[in-house]
């Protein structure tokens, strides 16, 4: 079993290369939560992957916390191709205070 956990580092050089994909869910989510890719590109380069998903199809994929500009919490699901080194956005929402505890840990 091949598991393999994303660095953030890549996919922060995936943004600053413009190696980025955006899925239509990620494009669609944005919009409805009034986020832009600027803000969730920063939210990227100021914090830290929460949860791995080495087992997703067909790349590895991550959860991560980041804050906007304003200090708003958010969450992004990237995958990562090591081959080429783009980075691809799967979703992006606000976290619910009910289901996170401190954005990072999920509520039971």
């Known amino acids: 079993m091949d598991t393999k956990i994303i660095d953030i580092k ?6 600053q290369s413009n190696r980025v994909r955006i899925s239509d869910h990620a ?29 997703d199809k067909p790349y590895p994929s991550c959860l991560i916390f980041g804050k906007t500009f304003r200090g ?9 191709n090591e081959q080429n080194g783009w980075a691809v956005i799967i979703t992006v929402y606000r976290p619910d205070a009910k289901l996170w505890i401190n954005w990072r840990e999920r509520r039971v």
């Open 72 to 80: 708003d919490p958010v969450h992004s699901v990237w995958a990562y």
């Open 27 to 55: 494009d669609e989510e944005t919009e409805a939560d009034q986020l832009t890719f600027d803000e969730i590109y920063f939210s990227v380069f100021h914090d830290e992957i929460i949860e791995d998903y080495p087992e």
């Open 10 to 15: 890549n996919i922060i050089e995936a943004i």
